[in-house]
T-cell receptor, first 113, second 115 residues
Framework: DVKVTQSSRYLVKRTGEKVFLECVQDMDHENMFWYRQDPGLGLRLIYFSYDVKMKEKGDIPEGYSVSREKKERFSLILESASTNQTSMYLC????????????FGQGTRLTVV | AQKVTQAQTEISVVEKEDVTLDCVYETRDTTYYLFWYKQPPSGELVFLIRRNSFDEQNEISGRYSWNFQKSTSSFNFTITASQVVDSAVYFCALSSSGGYQKVTFGTGTKLQVIP
């Protein structure tokens, strides 16, 4: 079974803090993704990576950056957290083929106060 | 640009009722893939089914069935004899063949099955 593990289930951070969300996968998948999920908006793609050290902006990259130093690990970074970044963050992996499904982590619910 | 619309935000049904979740999509690609995912209260999205644009055959898996109609750009999901364990948020998604594995998700339909 594919395992996608996000480092925290719940996080509470203060405005202005630098926040790291970590995601680790064990299936050697090429692609990794970060989404945020908000009520009424569904899942929106923040960033994705198709190889080590490679990254591409998704639909809502502003205020975020990512790091992929190793194939199995993909980090989402909030450089200076703001209250409008309070959300559920979902990491996903995929084989890179468009006809295959994505595998998701359990999500991190981030609250910025 | 591609788009997925799930017009039903929330649905409540009584256990054992049948329920259909609607999904309408837009894409200019001739080759594309449609997916349904289930997100239970635990939070992790779970893959349910995939369909490619050349295969309009409907599919049944136990109490779940899917109706794909290219003429109406719809990919609807029916749960027969619903159970409390079906309570979840369901997402329809679209992936096209343009480059990387980009997936567009709908806004989700929250299904509550009442005992």
């Amino acid at each position: 079974d594919v395992k996608v593990t996000q480092s925290s289930r719940y996080l509470v951070k203060r405005t202005g803090e630098k926040v790291f969300l970590e995601c680790v996968q064990d299936m050697d998948h090429e692609n990794m993704f970060w989404y945020r999920q908000d009520p009424g908006l569904g899942l929106r793609l923040i960033y994705f990576s198709y190889d080590v050290k490679m990254k591409e902006k998704g639909d809502i990259p502003e205020g975020y950056s990512v790091s992929r130093e190793k194939k199995e690990r993909f980090s989402l970074i909030l450089e200076s957290a703001s209250t409008n970044q309070t959300s559920m963050y979902l990491c996903a992996t995929g084989t890179g083929r468009v006809n295959t499904e994505a595998f998701f982590g359990q999500g991190t619910r981030l609250t910025v106060v | 640009a591609q788009k997925v619309t799930q017009a039903q935000t929330e649905i409540s049904v009584v256990e054992k009722e049948d329920v259909t979740l609607d999904c309408v999509y837009e894409t200019r690609d001739t080759t594309y893939y449609l997916f349904w995912y289930k997100q239970p209260p635990s939070g992790e999205l779970v893959f349910l089914i995939r369909r490619n644009s050349f295969d309009e055959q409907n599919e049944i898996s136990g109490r779940y069935s899917w109706n794909f109609q290219k003429s109406t750009s719809s990919f609807n999901f029916t749960i027969t004899a619903s159970q409390v364990v079906d309570s979840a948020v369901y997402f329809c998604a679209l992936s096209s063949s343009g480059g990387y594995q980009k997936v567009t998700f709908g806004t989700g339909t929250k299904l509550q099955v009442i005992p």
